[in-house]
C-alpha cells in the first residue's frame, strides 16, 4: 500500500510538470483542441494503469511522449487519415511569425544596425535569413538551394530570427510583440 502511495505521488508531481507539455505536443499534431485533450488525458490514464500494474518506468517524460505518440498514430488510424507532416505544421504559423518579425525589425532597428547584426549572425542562420527575408525565396527553394531538409529550413529561420534579435540588443520578438 505504501508503494501505491508513492507512486500515486509520483504520477500526480510528473503529471503536474508534464500535462501542459503533452496537451502542446498533442495539440500541434491533431489539430482541434477536444481531440487533443482527449488524448492528452488517454496519455495520462495508460501511463497510470501501467504504473498501477507495478511496472516500473525509468524516465516518465519519454515514456508520455511515447504513449501520446501511439494514441496520436491510433486516432489518426481510426480517422482514416495522416498525420500532419512537421513542414505543414510549421508552414500554418509561418506567415503570422514573418510578420511578427518584419514589424519587429522595422519598429526597432535602422539598416546599418541589422547589417551589423547580420554580419555577426552565424552563416547557416544568416543564408536562410537573407534567401527569405531579402531575395524572398520560399522556404522550399530555400532547402533545395542548400541542399537541406524543409525542416532544417524551418528550424534555422527560427532560432536565425531570435538571435537576430538578440544581437541587435532586443528582446526576441515573440516576447516583445506579445507585452506590447
Same mark, same amino acid.
Given at each position: 500500500?505504501?508503494?501505491?502511495?508513492?507512486?500515486?505521488?509520483?504520477?500526480?508531481?510528473?503529471?503536474?510538470?508534464?500535462?501542459?507539455?503533452?496537451?502542446?505536443?498533442?495539440?500541434?499534431?491533431?489539430?482541434?483542441?477536444?481531440? *487533443?485533450?482527449?488524448? *492528452?488525458?488517454?496519455?495520462?490514464?495508460?501511463?497510470?494503469?501501467?504504473?498501477?500494474?507495478?511496472?516500473?518506468?525509468?524516465?516518465?517524460?519519454?515514456?508520455?511522449?511515447?504513449?501520446?505518440?501511439?494514441?496520436?498514430?491510433?486516432?489518426?488510424?481510426?480517422?482514416?487519415?495522416? %498525420?500532419?507532416?512537421?513542414?505543414?505544421?510549421?508552414?500554418?504559423?509561418?506567415?503570422?511569425?514573418?510578420?511578427?518579425?518584419?514589424?519587429?525589425?522595422?519598429?526597432?532597428?535602422? *539598416?546599418?544596425?541589422?547589417?551589423?547584426?547580420?554580419?555577426?549572425?552565424?552563416?547557416?542562420?544568416?543564408?536562410?535569413?537573407?534567401?527569405?527575408?531579402?531575395?524572398?525565396?520560399?522556404?522550399?527553394?530555400?532547402?533545395?538551394?542548400?541542399?537541406?531538409?524543409?525542416?532544417?529550413?524551418?528550424?534555422?529561420?527560427?532560432?536565425?530570427?531570435?538571435?537576430?534579435?538578440?544581437?541587435?540588443?532586443?528582446? %526576441?520578438?515573440?516576447?516583445?510583440?506579445?507585452?506590447?
Amino acid at each position: 500500500m505504501q508503494d501505491l502511495d508513492k507512486k500515486e505521488r509520483e504520477f500526480l508531481a510528473a503529471y503536474d510538470e508534464y500535462a501542459r507539455v503533452v496537451y502542446r505536443h498533442v495539440r500541434l499534431r491533431v489539430g482541434r483542441t477536444e481531440d *487533443a485533450e482527449d488524448i *492528452a488525458a488517454q496519455t495520462f490514464m495508460k501511463t497510470w494503469e501501467y504504473l498501477s500494474l507495478g511496472k516500473h518506468i525509468l524516465r516518465l517524460k519519454p515514456f508520455l511522449f511515447r504513449v501520446a505518440n501511439n494514441l496520436i498514430i491510433d486516432w489518426y488510424r481510426a480517422k482514416g487519415s495522416q %498525420p500532419l507532416p512537421l513542414e505543414e505544421i510549421e508552414n500554418k504559423d509561418q506567415e503570422a511569425e514573418d510578420k511578427k518579425f518584419e514589424a519587429a525589425i522595422d519598429a526597432r532597428g535602422d *539598416a546599418q544596425a541589422l547589417g551589423r547584426a547580420l554580419d555577426k549572425l552565424e552563416p547557416p542562420y544568416r543564408d536562410v535569413l537573407v534567401l527569405k527575408y531579402v531575395e524572398e525565396y520560399e522556404v522550399k527553394e530555400i532547402a533545395e538551394k542548400l541542399g537541406v531538409s524543409e525542416n532544417v529550413v524551418y528550424v534555422r529561420i527560427h532560432r536565425g530570427r531570435k538571435k537576430l534579435m538578440e544581437l541587435m540588443g532586443q528582446q %526576441p520578438y515573440e516576447q516583445s510583440v506579445a507585452t506590447t
